[in-house]
């Protein structure tokens, strides 16, 4: 059984920076996208960053401030989230594809709150 697991939220006041990490664990051939993911309540899940073998794609929202990056020996995918702003806060969840052989996994980690307070 392949899965994800997220920590790193928290409250942080806004202008600061939080780092998330999302390890993936379990019986992986290879990982082809890792990303991050965020519901704010109310709100639809929107894309926050992804990362590839060969690119990274942000959110027009995040550019300049996040950093996505991560670390294939370790199966683990990180978001450096820097100068964040109110709505910046919500439920971040990670999303990976996970090869296990001939499957390809979609998978979400159970997600973790951030909070940005004044």
């Known amino acids: 059984q392949v899965q994800l697991v997220e920590s790193g939220g928290g409250l942080v006041q806004a202008g600061g920076s939080l780092r998330l990490s999302c390890a993936a664990s379990g019986s992986i051939f290879s990982i082809d996208v890792m990303g991050w993911y965020r519901q704010a309540p109310g709100k639809q899940r929107e894309l926050v960053a992804v990362?590839?073998?060969?690119?990274?794609n942000y959110a027009d929202s995040v550019k300049g401030r996040f950093t996505i990056s991560r670390d294939n020996a370790k199966n683990t995918v990180y978001l450096q989230m820097n100068s964040l702003k109110f709505e910046d806060a919500a439920v971040y969840y990670c999303?990976?594809?996970?090869?296990?052989?001939?499957?390809?996994?979609?998978?979400w980690g159970q997600g973790t709150q951030v909070t940005v307070s004044s």
């Open positions: 990362i590839t073998s060969s690119s990274t």
């Open positions: 999303y990976a594809e996970v090869r296990t052989g001939v499957i390809t996994h979609r998978l």
